[in-house]
């Protein structure tokens, strides 16, 4: 057997546990933490903390999320999906990712 290459044996563990912060904009205004969190718990679990950090001309709020993973999966389901308000306009989300 040959060795193996050292990038091969090189692994990350940093920020697998979380806390996990997203960022997620374009919320039509009027959208609150509230909405935000109750439909990013139902996909990603437990979030620790959810605020809107700008409410105009679109809202933007940051959901820290126990784990990665739920992270992930919220950003998965939500990242580029045209949203509905009940208004006549669709927002289409950008969600992000920043370690907190």
Same mark, same amino acid.
């Given at each position: @057997?040959?060795? %193996? #290459?050292?990038?091969? #044996? +090189?692994?990350? !563990?940093?920020? !697998?546990?979380?806390? $996990? ?6 919320? %039509? ?7 935000? +969190?109750? %439909? $990013? ?7 620790? *903390?959810?605020?809107?950090? *700008?409410? +105009? /001309?679109?809202?933007?709020? +940051?959901?820290?999320? %126990? ?7 919220? !950003?998965? #389901?939500?990242?580029?999906? @045209?949203?509905?308000?009940?208004? /006549?306009? $669709?927002?289409?989300?950008? !969600?992000?990712?920043? *370690?907190?």
């Amino acid at each position: @057997m040959g060795q %193996a #290459k050292s990038a091969d #044996k +090189e692994v990350s !563990i940093r920020g !697998i546990a979380g806390p $996990f912060s997203v960022l997620a904009q374009n919320f %039509a205004p009027g959208t609150s933490a509230a909405d935000v +969190e109750n %439909a $990013f718990t139902r996909v990603g679990g437990q979030i620790l *903390k959810c605020v809107v950090l *700008k409410s +105009e /001309p679109f809202v933007l709020v +940051e959901a820290v999320f %126990a784990s990665r993973e739920g992270g992930a999966l919220a !950003i998965n #389901k939500f990242d580029g999906v @045209m949203v509905w308000d009940f208004s /006549p306009f $669709f927002f289409n989300l950008e !969600i992000f990712s920043s *370690k907190h």
